[in-house]
């Protein structure tokens, strides 16, 4: 069980750093499975889109200067990244000129829209996306539920995992966002477990006008996100089983010891957090920009770069850790999201013309072009891509972040791949907001650690698609 003494750090005790509101987007993310985009619509509806639907620049009429004739294979490309627009439609144009028989359009996310009700909207239309980009835990749904196109030639080259329980492969892997705890280092003395966060803590508040810690909690993909790291960072198996025959590991036996131990933790620990309930990614943030709170976890290098763009001080005062274990855990998975294009299946001709277009679109040269875009968020996927030169070069990349990310890149795991030995695990796509929803009951609503487990048990729909 969790011991406030178990070890003790010291803490550097200096003065905070006075600082204002850097606030330049806001961060989304509302996937109903919790399992989604996690810092989703940052990029796709913080500024707005419009109605994300206008004309590719090559046209669509019958004939276009490209030689493009009316017979083409016309595809649309479901996209929520709205820095990226212009590249996008470049990049779709520069496809179309050379591929006279295809032509792309990209469009974007609706702004105010989710993923899933712009993809309900259109399948009850009949005009569902022949192109999607989303998460790979979606991806292993729509795959369950034979509504994608496989495409196992598409992602053989940059394959992390085979990413479905079938032969087929429906999911070409782009970009990563791995989910770390950022901190200040003027305040924090490189803390790694439960006991350094937790005694540094008391000395942090002690001393300083600032809560020291933040566990988001209740229904949002942040408090899912960090919810499910801290159970993996101390060792808990949270399921057993594979695809759809997935059971709770966590509620008994050794692994149920372990999750009550880092509930105990967090129970204690939250004397010394903000009030995390409900709090989502841009509140996390901003918090942390406005010297709310000197620790918050979070995904990629959005704080660095985005939130602290106008506050040098504090930026540079800013260094992140994976999340804290327990004293004897030793677990090697890292929570990220993985984000990259699927097929919708719609009808053989228009499969083949979009699994034509994710080959060339998948191809490095258009990779780098697209990353370039911006790097601090669109982070390659694999340890070579982030620490390729043509990346670390770019603006933004914050190398000491990069470094660490490069490090564990072969240890990152989605959720969907939690079940026996990485096997993929669809409880876990239909039912990841529970966690933080089960977190708000030991936090909020007075259930006991093990009563907490308990009641995450009841709640989960252990059934198939």
Known sequence: MFDGNQKRRTFLKTSGVAGAIALAGCIGGDDDSGNGNGNGNENGNANGNGDGNGDSENGNGDSTDNGTSASSVELTWLHDRNQAEDTLKEMAGEFNDSHSSIEVTPELLPSGSSEQEEIQKRQAAGNPPNILWYTFGQAYRYALEDKLAPITGVAEDNDLRTFTDREEKFFAVSIVGPMTWHYRSDLYDSPETFSDFYQQAQGIEAEHDIKALQFPNGESTLAFAMQNQLLWNNDVNVWAGSGTDIELAMASGDDRDRGIETYEWMQNAYEYSTNGNGLGWDQAATAYSQESTAA??????????????????????????????????????????????????????????????????????????????????????????????????????????????????????????????????????????????????????????????????????????
Do not use: C
């Not at 804290?324 to 083949?352: H, I, R, S």
């Open 296 to 465: 918050v976890p979070y995904i990629g290098m959005w704080i660095p770069n985005l939130y602290l763009a106008d506050l040098p001080e504090i930026r540079e005062n800013t260094e992140n850790t994976f999340f804290p274990v327990g004293g004897d855990a030793d677990n090697e998975k890292k929570f990220a999201w993985f984000e990259g294009n699927m097929v919708w299946d719609t009808d053989a001709e228009k499969n083949d013309a979009a699994r034509e277009f994710l080959q060339w679109w998948h191809a490095e040269e258009q990779q780098r072009q697209f990353k370039k875009v911006n790097a601090a968020d669109y982070i390659p996927a694999t340890e070579a891509g982030m620490n390729a030169d043509w990346y670390r070069e770019e603006d933004g990349v914050h190398q000491g972040m990069m470094d660490m990310f490069a490090s564990e890149a072969e240890n990152f795991t989605p959720p969907v791949a939690t079940g026996d030995d990485g096997a993929l695990n669809y409880p876990a796509v239909a039912n990841g907001l529970v966690w933080g929803q089960a977190a708000a009951q030991l936090l909020h609503g007075g259930k006991s650690p093990g009563g907490t487990i308990d009641w995450a048990q009841d709640q989960i729909d252990f059934s198939g698609p």
